[in-house]
C-alpha cells in the first residue's frame, strides 16, 4: 500500500517523520549532530545541512504536513523556501504544536489530510 501522507515534527535538533495509512504508521527520526564551523563561528551550516537532511526524507511522499514549535517551524519553513521549492510544493501546510506524541501527531494529520482531501475532490483512504 502507498503511503502518501506523512506528518513532521520538526524543531533544531531533531525531527520525526510519519508516513501513515489508514492501518499503519512508519516512524523516521533524525538528530542534528552540533558541529560549530570555524569560518561562522555558528552552527548556521549544521542547521541547513540538518534542514536538507529533513527535506530529503519527505523524498517519494506526496503530501506532507509540518508541525513544531513557533521558532523551529519558521527556521524550518524560511529554508524551504529559499532552497527546496520543490519539496515547499509538497507541503499542504506548517501547524505550531507542542510536543506531541506519535499518535497525536498522527490523529492531527489524519484529520488535515481529510479536510484537504474532501476540498480536492480526492476520494483516498486515509
Known amino acids: 500500500?502507498?503511503?502518501?501522507?506523512?506528518?513532521?515534527?520538526?524543531?533544531?535538533?531533531?525531527?520525526?517523520?510519519?508516513?501513515?495509512?489508514?492501518?499503519?504508521?512508519?516512524?523516521?527520526?533524525?538528530?542534528?549532530?552540533?558541529?560549530?564551523?570555524?569560518?561562522?563561528?555558528?552552527?548556521?551550516?549544521?542547521?541547513?545541512e540538518f534542514f536538507g537532511q529533513v527535506c530529503d526524507a519527505f523524498d517519494g511522499i506526496a503530501e506532507v504536513?509540518?508541525?513544531?514549535?513557533?521558532?523551529?517551524?519558521?527556521d524550518f519553513r524560511r529554508?524551504?523556501?529559499?532552497?527546496?521549492p520543490l519539496t515547499a510544493a509538497r507541503i499542504v501546510g506548517y501547524e505550531v504544536v507542542d510536543h506531541p506524541t506519535e499518535n497525536q501527531l498522527v490523529a492531527l494529520a489524519r484529520k488535515r489530510f481529510v479536510k484537504i482531501d474532501q476540498f480536492l475532490g480526492i476520494q483516498r483512504p486515509t
Open 79 to 84: 529554508y524551504v523556501d529559499k532552497h527546496r
Open 65 to 74: 504536513l509540518v508541525t513544531g514549535g513557533h521558532t523551529g517551524l519558521a
Open 1 to 48: 500500500m502507498t503511503l502518501h501522507h506523512a506528518v513532521a515534527f520538526v524543531d533544531h535538533q531533531s525531527a520525526e517523520v510519519l508516513q501513515f495509512t489508514a492501518e499503519q504508521v512508519v516512524e523516521h527520526k533524525l538528530h542534528q549532530q552540533l558541529k560549530f564551523t570555524r569560518a561562522h563561528h555558528s552552527g548556521v551550516r549544521t542547521e541547513h
